[in-house]
Structure formats: C-alpha cells, structure tokens
C-alpha cells in the first residue's frame, strides 16, 4: 500500500512539473476509432514512454476547439509525463456546442473499448475522465457494469449535477451548499450554450427560431477565443449579431446576452430558467444523468475549482452527495485551478498552485484509484 501510494505521489509530481514547463518529445498520433453503428470518428493519442503504461480516456466538453483545445493538449502532455498514456475521442456534437449526451455515451463507450485493447496498455482496464459537461456522462458510463469491467476509475472535473441549480448560476452568479449561499460573476459562455440548445425546445418563451443560433453563432465565436465572454471585449460580437435579428426578437436575445457591464434581469431570469429546464428534461434524454446511477462499483474521484465561473464548485459537492453510498470508492477535492474559463492558468498561478500540497494530494488520490 505504502509503495502504491509513493509511485501515485511520484505520478502525481511529475504531472505539475510537465505542466509548469511543458517535456518534449510527447508526439499526438491522430487514429479512428470505429462505433457500433458502422462509422467511426477520429481521436488523437499521446503515449508514455515504456511499457506498458495505464491508459486515460479523457472526454473533451463543449468546445469548438476540440482536439485543439490548449489547455487540453497541455493536461495530455502532462499526463503522458507521468506515465500515462492518453487518448481523447473527438465528439464532433460537442464542438458543434450541441448537447447530444446520447451520442457522447456512445463514443467514450467505444473509446474505452478502443484503447483498452491496444498493445502497450497495462493489463486491467483503463481510467475515464469527464471533463465539464462530459463529467457526469462520464460517471454514468461507469455505473453501466458492462463498461466497468474494463475500467479502473472514473474521474468528474468541474461538473454539474442539477441543471436547474447550474443553468442559474448561469445567469445570477448564485449558488449554495448546505444553507451557505455564494455569489460571483458568472461567465456568459454556458448561459449561451444553454440558450442555443434548449431555446428550439422551449414552448413558453416567445423565441421564433433565431435566437438560438444567434446564441450558437455568439458562443462559438467566444470558443474559439475570439474575445472574452465574460468581459468588455465580448460587447462588439454581442451587438454585431444583435444586429442581424428582428427588432422582436432582441430582448430575448439581451436576456442571454446583455453588454458585459449589465446582467440579464433578475425576474426574466427566473422565468426563462424555469422554461429552460422543463425544455431540456423534456426533450435530452441524459443532460441530467445522475439520478441513474443505482451503484458506482469503480473508484470515484470528483474535482472542481473554487473559483469557476462556467459550473460552480458546489455542482461537485452536490455531485459526491449524489454518490454517496452508491461508491464504494469515492473522494472530492477543490482546487485553486484548471476553472473553465482559462483566467488563472497561468505561471504565476501554476507556481502557487505546485506549492499547494493539498493539490498534489488530490492528483496522488487520482493516480492512485487508476493504478
């Protein structure tokens, strides 16, 4: 136990010295990985050096950038460093900011299935993590005993467990735990993909169809980094579509979509969360996923940062509440880094964040459930 817990820590060292100075020599080899209905979508992989070395399916979020999403690169280089050897499946719906958590089931099925048969992969399975959106789709994949069989742990960062509770933390910066409530400002991003998604759905809000793919076009463009969404340099983006719209249909838009010194009315708010929610549990089957799962038979490790402004961090509390006696297994940690909005990943974060041994100890707890 003593020697599983030292090479955990080491694993866990060598992950936050690869992300403060990125290693070299960590090549990404883009493969297909073929679905059970006949297609196949593309994925790339970055391998360990030696072998064999513990495989990691990691499951990228809503972002247009996909694959080619920096940070993500960077966590995968990290994760090869430490020993790893990782491959993330390209879910095109996803990129498209398109909830589809059907579909992403079937991939990350199919790439658990995909990596765990490759030569160089350790014996025992392979460990799935979820990131954001693909949090909870990643947890209730793993209660499937099925797909458990061929895994060794399952990890949640930055998800959600209620959309009610996350779509208005979306729009109001508030949310609570236990009788504690928090408030912060909100990033914009998330209310628009909600707005995208489920306005089509919606039959008590006056949308006549352009709204939402206002939204989409507004959200995408803030993906791939165009400006921020949070901040001031968003306002031009916001009003140049605003433009393109009916005259009726921009106070729905500025609901969603106000210039970034505003917020979106309180009252309208709450009526346009409450349609929301009824429009996406009515019309996605699984944006809600958790109250799936009967038994959690895997190793679960649940992450969120304190700081996030896309899903808030008491999203995860409620998340290992859920879990509670259906894991055997299971641990939560919050941490000073990786929020969704990219704000704090930084040098000088990163420097506060290695000296953190309470972040080291929640990577140890991670490496060690997969190993």
């Not at 808030?312 to 409620?318: G, K, N, V």
Request: charged share 20%; glycine share 8%.
């Amino acid at each position: 136990m003593k020697d599983t817990r030292f090479s955990s820590w080491l694993s866990a060292l060598r992950f936050a010295l690869a992300w403060r100075s990125p290693p070299n020599g960590f090549a990404e080899v883009e493969v297909s990985i073929p679905l059970a209905d006949g297609s196949s979508i593309r994925g790339t992989v970055v391998r360990a050096r030696g072998s064999p070395a513990r495989g990691w399916v990691i499951l990228h979020g809503l972002t247009p950038r996909g694959l080619a999403h920096t940070e993500l690169r960077r966590f995968n280089h990290a994760l090869a460093a430490a020993g790893m050897t990782v491959l993330v499946p390209e879910i095109r719906e996803w990129t498209r900011l398109d909830f589809a958590p059907i579909r992403a089931q079937e991939i990350l099925r199919a790439a658990v299935d995909w990596l765990a048969g490759r030569p160089g992969i350790a014996p025992g399975g392979v460990s799935l993590m979820g990131v954001s959106f693909g949090a909870p789709q990643a947890l209730a994949a793993a209660a499937d005993p099925a797909l458990a069989a061929k895994l060794r742990a399952v990890v949640g960062w930055g998800g959600y467990a209620d959309i009610e509770r996350t779509f208005r933390f979306s729009f109001t910066g508030e949310h609570e735990w236990d009788g504690v409530a928090y408030r912060q400002p909100p990033d914009p991003y998330v209310r628009w993909i909600v707005g995208a998604n489920c306005l089509p759905h919606a039959t008590g809000l006056d949308d006549r169809g352009t709204v939402a793919p206002a939204l989409r076009r507004l959200a995408i463009r803030a993906g791939k980094q165009e400006f921020e969404a949070w901040n001031a340099s968003s306002d031009p983006a916001k009003a140049e579509i605003r433009s393109t719209l009916p005259a009726a249909d921009r106070t729905l838009y500025d609901l969603f979509a106000p210039p970034a010194a505003g917020e979106p009315d309180r009252r309208a708010s709450e009526t346009i969360v409450s349609e929301l929610v009824r429009a996406a549990r009515r019309s996605i089957p699984l944006i809600e996923p958790l109250p799936g799962i009967g038994r959690l038979a895997l190793p679960a490790r649940l992450l969120h940062a304190r700081a996030d402004q896309v899903i808030p961090f008491t999203e995860t509390l409620r998340t290992a509440d859920w879990l509670g006696s259906r894991c055997d297994s299971l641990s939560t940690r919050l941490t000073g880094l990786f929020t969704h909005s990219g704000e704090d990943i930084d040098e000088s974060l990163w420097r506060r964040g290695l000296s953190n041994l309470d972040f080291l100890g929640a990577l140890t707890g991670v490496f060690e459930a997969a190993g």
